[in-house]
């Protein structure tokens, strides 16, 4: 399988903190996405950093990407309680897209 | 704004049954995807099209198949339904990498299958 590993699995922090989630995979790529899921829905598209970049930030979303160690990290800033989700990450190589495991985000009030 | 349309939310069929999943996409993407959604174990990649009659296989296409005759629409196809196959089916396109800058998926409200 070439699924990636979200890391860790489950997250629970307070309203207001920073959440940081990991994301490794193990085949070349194009492009690295983070989707987010609310239950039992459709995901949502949050960010894409393309291979030839390390850094990306869009509102309270953070994405780093490290090609030689194949992993990317993103970070969600002062957290909110609509935050409450699953965040997945995918690696795009050419026509194919690639998800994780994904990490369950609890927000607590 | 994209739109992905599954034709049905929740679908139970009995063991044995032929099944078909259908998915349409307005926005004249390339590719279109199919996932299955299991608890614990993320999204896996089943089968997916870079073109209207082509498609290439995923990490999990044993007992499916997929007909792509037209751009806008990719259908998945369960020959003989079992119970293992009992998953939520996410659908998804986007455009091709080649020449376009964003090419994240766009993805339909998932058909929740109880197979019986």
């Known amino acids: 399988s070439q699924q990636g590993e979200e890391d860790p699995q489950a997250l629970s922090i307070q309203e207001g903190e920073n959440a940081t989630m990991n994301c490794s995979y193990k085949t070349s790529i194009n492009n690295l996405q983070w989707y987010r899921q609310n239950s039992g829905r459709g995901l949502v598209h949050l960010i894409l950093?393309?291979?030839?970049?390390r850094e990306k930030h869009s509102g309270r979303l953070r994405v780093t990407l490290d090609t030689s160690k194949k992993s990317s990290s993103l970070l969600i800033t002062a957290s909110r309680a609509a935050d409450t989700a699953s965040y997945f990450c995918a690696t795009r190589w050419v026509d194919k897209i690639i998800f994780g495991k994904g990490t369950r985000l609890h927000i607590l009030p | 704004d994209v739109k992905v349309t599954q034709s049905s939310r929740y679908l139970v069929k009995r063991t044995g049954e032929k099944v078909f999943l259908e998915c349409v996409q307005d926005?004249?993407?390339?590719?279109m995807f199919w996932y299955r959604q299991d608890p614990g174990l993320g999204l896996r990649l089943i089968y997916f099209s870079y073109d209207v009659k082509m498609k290439e296989k995923g990490d999990i296409p044993e007992g499916y198949s997929v007909s792509r005759e037209k751009k806008e629409r990719f259908s998945l196809i369960l020959e003989s339904a079992s119970t293992n196959q009992t998953s939520m089916y996410l659908c998804a396109s986007s455009f091709g990498l080649r020449g376009v800058q964003n090419t994240e998926a766009f993805f339909g409200q998932g058909t929740r299958l109880t197979v019986v």
């Open positions: 950093i393309r291979s030839n970049e």
């Open positions: 926005m004249d993407h390339e590719n």
